[in-house]
Structures are given as structure tokens and as C-alpha cells.
């Protein structure tokens, strides 16, 4: 019965306005991001550094990636490349002398510029063939990548990343790089909360619904796809700024092949497009739904003393994961940020479910 909106009544329109509008809301936002600032000292360092870094960094990815696909209906399937970009560009920025902030805006603008010039390419296209152009655009990334060793040292070379500092603190050790991610996170998540009650993000959902009909109503299609793509990859190439230091520490040319750019891309249509707790819903399930579902066999078989061969048991998680993909968006192909949305619909009615919303 707490989960209301009964009672509750705005005199200003800044009140009005506000993101989480119901006090429940508001407070499980608090809870979380307390359990978060508080999280190093209450769990041990492996489960930190193994699973809540990597949940904060790729749900960044997922963040920009979502920005371009759920806010402007554009896939994009080279954002692997994008965040490779980002990563080196910054790596390199940092060898030369210059610091973590100037070398993660420099990653930033290295994969906007580059993902403008394929975007401007691509944005003659639609469906299908603007996959395939953004494809394209990750093959030519990787090859450039490993051909030239000015950038990456060779095709079996790998680059450390120098000791750097954030804002005066040194990113070392386990809790240092957690909570930078952490801080760049929570920017860019108020970031995309906001972005969509602005021109920008009420245009771009214009051009997302239907481009022609933006077109009528005084919105240019091409700008704000252009735009999209701007934003979007230099968010990516921020997101690899921070995914080098704070979490490789050293990076390779096979981190940031194509089978990144379709996770990613899994990431997104499994927690739901244009949604941003969806992006953090994806990223956990895409992340953490083999790791659990492994666990789980070897439990099962262990249990019931089942002899499993050893080409079935790395394969089985894999497909049981696969088809857990497939269960969620047969059951909502909104994805799991609907399924959330749902849920909390039916609390703020119950008992009373002819009300339901």
C-alpha cells in the first residue's frame, strides 16, 4: 500500500518534472546507489572487480549504444570498434603526458569523428543495409587497428595502460578504478534520464518514429541522425577510455572484435530500446546469466550424481542462455525494462485489478 500515487500532488511545475516522481522511487534510487558507494567494504574484492566494474563499464556501452538504437531507431552493429577507438586514442593520449580527463575527452571525440564519417556514409540507408555499412565500418576498424603498429603494436602486441589519476586520485588497486566508474556512470546515466526530455531527444524520437514526417514538422532527419551518431560514439569512446584504465589495465586488438558489437547489440533489444534501466537490466543479464547457469549445472550434477561429458558442459550453459534470451523476448519483446514496467504498474493499483494500467 505504499507504492501510490494517491496523495500525492505538485504546486510547481519543477516538482512536476521530476525524474522519479513517486517518494518509493526516489528511494530505491537512493538504497541502490548507497549499496553501491558502500559495496567494496561489504563484499569481497573479487566480486567487485569481477562482476560490479564490468556491470558499471558495459552498462555505459550500453547506454550509447542505446542513445543511437532506442533513441533514434539506427543500428549499428561496429560499436565494438567505437569503443576500440576510444581506448587507444585515450591509451595513446596518456602515454604522451596527458591526463586521464583531457586523454578520456580526446577517446571521446577520436570515435565521434570517426563514427560521424561512417554514420554520414550510412545515413543514405535504412534497415539492413544500415547494418551492413556499420559492419563494414567494424572490419576497416579492426584491420586499421592491427595492421598499424603505431597504434597497436602489431596483431599479437598489447598496450599498457600508464599509472593515471582522476581529479588528483590515483586509479590503482581494486576500489580506486570502482568508484571513477562509478562517478563517470552516474554522470552519463543523469546524462541519458535527461536527455530525452530536451529538443534534442524529443527530435530524435520524431526521426525515430518516422523520418519523413520529422521531415514536415521542421525536424532534419539528417542533422539529428548525424547528431546521434556524434553522441553515441563519443560516449562509446569514453566508455573506452574508462574500460582500459579502470578495468583491462592492458589492451589487445581481440578485445574489441565483432562479437563485442553483438553483445552489445544484445545488451540493448534484451533490456529494452530507448529504456536506461533497461540497458543496466541487459547488461546484467547478458553478463551474469552463463556465469549463474554454469554454476547451477555443476550443482545439479553434482547433486543428483549426473556425469556430464565435457564438450556438453561448456556448451549447455550457452544454450540454455540462448534460449533464456528467446523466453524473455517471446514474453515481452520490449524487453526487460517492459517486464519491470508492468510489474510496477500492477503495484501502484493493487488490490485492484480491473485498474490495472
Given at each position: 500500500m505504499i507504492y501510490r500515487r494517491a496523495g500525492i500532488s505538485f504546486t510547481r511545475y519543477q516538482d512536476e518534472r521530476r525524474l522519479w516522481k513517486l517518494p518509493t522511487d526516489r528511494w530505491a534510487v537512493i538504497v541502490i546507489f548507497a549499496l553501491l558507494l558502500v559495496a567494496p567494504f561489504l563484499v569481497d574484492r573479487l566480486f567487485v572487480?569481477?562482476?560490479?566494474?564490468?556491470?558499471?563499464?558495459?552498462?555505459?556501452?550500453?547506454?550509447?549504444?542505446?542513445?543511437?538504437?532506442?533513441?533514434?531507431?539506427?543500428?549499428?552493429?561496429?560499436?565494438?570498434?567505437?569503443?576500440?577507438?576510444?581506448?587507444?586514442?585515450?591509451?595513446?593520449?596518456?602515454?604522451?603526458?596527458?591526463?586521464?580527463?583531457?586523454?578520456?575527452?580526446?577517446?571521446?571525440?577520436?570515435?565521434?569523428?570517426?563514427?560521424?564519417?561512417?554514420?554520414?556514409?550510412?545515413?543514405?540507408?535504412?534497415?539492413?543495409?544500415?547494418?551492413?555499412?556499420?559492419?563494414?565500418?567494424?572490419?576497416?576498424?579492426?584491420?586499421?587497428?592491427?595492421?598499424?603498429?603505431?597504434?597497436?603494436?602489431?596483431?599479437?602486441?598489447?598496450?599498457?595502460?600508464?599509472?593515471?589519476?582522476?581529479?588528483?586520485?590515483?586509479?590503482?588497486?581494486?576500489?580506486?578504478?570502482?568508484?571513477?566508474?562509478?562517478?563517470?556512470?552516474?554522470?552519463?546515466?543523469?546524462?541519458?534520464?535527461?536527455?530525452?526530455?530536451?529538443?534534442?531527444?524529443?527530435?530524435?524520437?520524431?526521426?525515430?518514429?518516422?523520418?519523413?514526417?520529422?521531415?514536415?514538422?521542421?525536424?532534419?532527419?539528417?542533422?539529428?541522425?548525424?547528431?546521434?551518431?556524434?553522441?553515441?560514439?563519443?560516449?562509446?569512446?569514453?566508455?573506452?577510455a574508462v574500460l582500459a584504465v579502470c578495468y583491462y589495465r592492458t589492451i589487445s586488438p581481440d578485445q574489441f572484435h565483432l562479437d563485442l558489437s553483438i553483445q552489445l547489440v544484445a545488451m540493448v533489444i534484451v533490456g529494452g530500446l530507448g529504456s536506461v534501466l533497461g540497458s543496466f537490466l541487459g547488461v546484467g543479464l547478458i553478463l551474469f546469466a552463463p556465469i549463474v547457469l554454469n554454476q547451477l549445472i555443476g550443482l545439479a550434477a553434482d547433486q543428483f550424481g549426473v556425469a556430464i561429458p565435457t564438450d556438453l558442459r561448456a556448451h549447455l550453459p550457452l544454450m540454455l542462455y540462448g534460449g533464456l534470451i528467446m523466453g524473455f523476448l517471446l514474453l515481452e519483446p520490449l524487453g526487460l525494462a517492459k517486464i519491470y514496467s508492468n510489474i510496477r504498474n500492477y503495484l501502484l493499483v493493487w488490490p485492484f485489478r480491473h485498474a490495472r494500467q
Open positions: 572487480v569481477g562482476y560490479l566494474l564490468p556491470l558499471i563499464i558495459w552498462s555505459m556501452a550500453a547506454m550509447g549504444l542505446n542513445l543511437l538504437m532506442g533513441g533514434a531507431g539506427q543500428i549499428h552493429l561496429g560499436y565494438g570498434a567505437v569503443i576500440g577507438i576510444g581506448a587507444y586514442a585515450s591509451v595513446h593520449a596518456m602515454r604522451a603526458g596527458l591526463p586521464f580527463e583531457l586523454a578520456m575527452i580526446i577517446g571521446g571525440l577520436a570515435s565521434a569523428a570517426i563514427g560521424v564519417v561512417f554514420g554520414a556514409a550510412a545515413l543514405r540507408v535504412k534497415g539492413l543495409y544500415l547494418a551492413m555499412a556499420t559492419l563494414a565500418m567494424q572490419y576497416i576498424v579492426d584491420f586499421v587497428i592491427v595492421q598499424v603498429p603505431a597504434i597497436s603494436g602489431g596483431t599479437q602486441a598489447a598496450l599498457s595502460v600508464p599509472r593515471t589519476s582522476f581529479l588528483g586520485i590515483a586509479i590503482q588497486g581494486d576500489r580506486a578504478p570502482y568508484y571513477v566508474a562509478l562517478a563517470i556512470c552516474t554522470v552519463l546515466t543523469l546524462f541519458m534520464l535527461n536527455v530525452r526530455r530536451t529538443s534534442f531527444g524529443r527530435a530524435l524520437a520524431a526521426v525515430r518514429e518516422k523520418d519523413y514526417a520529422a521531415s514536415i514538422i521542421g525536424v532534419d532527419p539528417f542533422r539529428y541522425k548525424l547528431l546521434a551518431f556524434w553522441v553515441s560514439s563519443f560516449i562509446g569512446g569514453m566508455t573506452g
